[in-house]
């Protein structure tokens, strides 16, 4: 098991928290459609059963990698949740990304904020520390290879 770092943090806490949200999410908004019925939750953020269940299986996923691959989940996530900031501020205000994916301007600043902690998260973790690192494999592949003469 590799030792903590900033991306190994970011995909756990992270991840937890956006299981959290998308079950939470489903207590506001269950329905499916073009975009289906749209709540705010806690009267922010809209969300309906396609942005709840895209939340539970990011989440889900950076608690599955945390411990293997968290620099890259960190990495590939922040920069998704940037370029859909992104998308979301040019559509601006209330809108539906592909036709059925509800965005508001705050989800558009969590997104941009999640996604900003993902990248420096991910720029912070030296590559081998995000998992078991090129240096690790290096070592027992030699230990492997020794010959006996």
Do not use: C, K, Q
């Not at 030792?3 to 999410?25: D, E, F, H, K």
């Not at 902690?117 to 090129?134: F, Q, Y």
């Amino acid at each position: 098991m590799a030792g903590p770092s900033p991306a190994r943090l970011y995909a756990t806490l992270v991840g937890g928290v956006l299981v959290v949200a998308g079950v939470v999410g489903f207590f506001y908004s269950s329905s499916f459609g073009s975009p289906g019925g749209v709540e705010g939750v806690f009267g922010l953020l809209g969300v309906n059963g396609w942005h709840n269940l895209f939340h539970i299986g990011t989440g889900a996923l950076g608690l599955a990698v945390a411990n293997r691959a968290a620099r890259r989940y960190a990495l590939w996530l922040g920069s998704a949740y940037v370029a859909l900031a992104a998308w979301g501020f040019v559509l601006g205000g209330e809108a539906t990304l592909l036709g059925f994916f509800p965005i508001d301007t705050a989800d558009d600043v969590l997104h941009l904020v999640l996604g900003v902690l993902g990248v420096a998260a991910a720029l912070a973790t030296p590559a081998a520390s995000g998992g078991r690192g090129g240096a690790a494999r290096r070592g027992r592949g030699r230990r492997r290879r020794r010959s006996r003469r």
